[in-house]
């Protein structure tokens, strides 16, 4: 890339700064520019409608989520960086996939959880589960953080840069009381080996070590949801608790709970 192209991607990097975007998020998005400056073979400053629409329609999306992330991306460059009115250029997003989360069974998740013997390892999954922690939450946690008094835990700068408090429950509380015994946390909860805070990839390593080489660590907030919605938790508070800006996605677990389909009164 010449230096105009640099210099258009930095020009990018700055505004998504200014407008508070997540580091995970401006690193995504510039890099789908990345590919569409490289691709179109120019500094961007002189892209049209046309070369976003060529783009759009040859470049092969491994999923709908990554073509919806390249929208995303284009459309603020064109109309924020750009500044100018492309009405040729079709950002209307694909039609949700809108496949079901995958979720683990109760008893084999308290089973196995019961079963770790490392007390770091039992607390991270017990913490996530108990909650709905997204990985980036759980990593990002302080000891400030917890509040055993208060019995709730403040999350900061959530998905969206949003805070929420949710309830931390006795059994996982204890938990985290003996891990703090035996591994001293300086700053942040969760340390690394070297390191002040646990990884992202250590915490999936995590599932694939206790539970199925293909689980991932976002299992664990899917299973939370279901289980509360099984349990006869009400919808508005698991939507609190998650974090979910529409009650629509909270609703989504009804469709995966077994106890609700199984509850349901057939005609014959």
């Not at 603020?76 to 079709?90: G, P, Q, S, V």
């Not at 509040?147 to 840069?161: A, T, V």
């Amino acid at each position: 890339m010449n230096e105009l192209g640099k210099s258009t991607l930095e020009k990018f990097k700055k505004y998504l700064k200014l407008k508070n975007y997540s580091d995970k998020t401006i690193k995504c998005y510039s890099n789908c520019l990345l590919v569409f400056l490289k691709i179109i073979k120019n500094s961007g400053m002189n892209a049209t409608s046309n070369d976003y629409n060529v783009f759009m329609n040859s470049f092969e999306f491994s999923s709908y989520q990554q073509q919806n992330q390249y929208i995303s991306s284009l459309k603020i460059f064109y109309e924020k960086i750009l500044n100018k009115k492309f009405l040729k250029a079709n950002f209307t997003r694909p039609r949700n996939e809108n496949h079901l989360p995958r979720v683990i069974d109760s008893d084999l998740l308290k089973e196995k959880i019961i079963n770790i013997k490392n007390l770091k390892h039992k607390s991270i999954i017990s913490l996530s589960y108990s909650v709905g922690l997204r990985v980036s939450e759980v990593i990002n946690l302080k000891i400030e953080d917890i509040d055993s008094k208060k019995m709730i835990i403040y999350i900061k700068n959530g998905k969206g840069k949003k805070d929420r408090i949710v309830p931390l429950s006795q059994n996982v509380l204890d938990i985290l009381r003996k891990y703090y015994i035996e591994f001293k946390p300086i700053e942040y909860l969760f340390n690394g080996q070297n390191s002040l805070q646990y990884s992202s990839n250590s915490c999936n390593q995590l599932m694939k070590k206790y539970f199925n080489k293909n689980y991932h660590f976002h299992l664990l907030r899917h299973s939370c949801f279901t289980h509360l919605i099984e349990n006869g938790t009400d919808c508005r508070v698991i939507q609190k608790i998650a974090g979910h800006k529409n009650i629509k996605t909270t609703e989504g677990y009804m469709h995966v709970s077994n106890k609700v389909i199984k509850s349901v009164k057939l005609p014959i």
